[in-house]
């Protein structure tokens, strides 16, 4: 069992609809959850971060994380074409990271 | 402009050749580290330090190898030993402290053997 899971998609949505990517992790001592969006042939970058249960916003993204379910979530609301990319989630201790296979999700016209 | 640099952009090798990708940060930060991507397996961890001088495997170090003798530079290796070496490659640094959790990825080096 791998330690991050993530469906890989392809996940198409139109213009302006909410999104929902998720993951699942199986180490309770995980303490950090990320995400990070790699666009095609470039490195990721990071989009959201929270050390703790509960929700964080910025935008229109929101980042949950249920530690007693370990279940990582983020949404995009008004998705746009831009938006198109893998996302990554990754979760980790003080020492290392330990990412997703990452969802493509693509934003049609 | 503060940032990671990886060159080669691109890298052919030939079977039984070593190469060398190079990494370098400006941002002043202690930890840096290198992954493998290969679709439909995420990023996995190659080897990473956390200061000069010391350097820890990963989880697939084999066939790879390290050096940090400078803050900046973080070199790879792939030696003849790695079997599989075609993929990208992505070297990160992060702040003290911080675990990697918001780490700074350069743009990738992609690797060909040819």
């Known amino acids: 069992q791998k330690e991050v899971e993530q469906d890989p998609g392809p996940l198409s949505v139109p213009e302006g609809a909410i999104v929902s990517l998720n993951c699942t992790y199986s180490?309770?001592?995980?303490?950090?959850f990320m995400w990070y969006r790699q666009y095609s042939r470039k490195g990721p970058e990071l989009l959201m971060y929270?050390?703790?249960?509960g929700n964080k916003e910025d935008g229109r993204f929101t980042a949950q994380v249920d530690k007693s379910s370990k279940y990582i979530s983020l949404f995009i609301r008004d998705s746009q074409p831009s938006d198109s990319a893998t996302y990554l989630c990754?979760?980790?201790?003080?020492?290392?990271?330990?990412f997703g296979t990452g969802t493509r999700l693509q934003v049609t016209l | 402009d503060g940032g990671i640099t990886q060159s080669p952009k691109y890298l052919f090798r030939k079977e039984g050749q070593n190469v060398t990708l190079s990494c370098e940060q400006n941002l002043n930060h202690d930890a840096m580290y290198w992954y493998r991507q290969d679709p439909g397996q995420g990023l996995r961890l190659i080897y990473y330090?956390?200061?000069?001088?010391?350097?820890q495997k990963g989880d697939i170090a084999e066939g790879y190898s390290v050096s940090r003798e400078k803050k900046e530079s973080f070199p790879l290796t792939v030696t003849s030993a790695q079997k599989n070496p075609t993929a990208f490659y992505l070297c990160?640094?992060?702040?003290?402290?911080?675990?990697?959790?918001?780490?700074?990825f350069g743009q990738g080096t992609r690797l060909t053997v040819v």
């Open positions: 990160a640094s992060s702040p003290p402290g911080q675990g990697g959790y918001e780490a700074f």
């Open positions: 929270t050390y703790s249960s």
């Open positions: 180490n309770s001592a995980f303490q950090y």
């Open positions: 330090s956390q200061i000069v001088n010391d350097f």
């Open positions: 990754a979760t980790g201790t003080a020492s290392k990271l330990t």
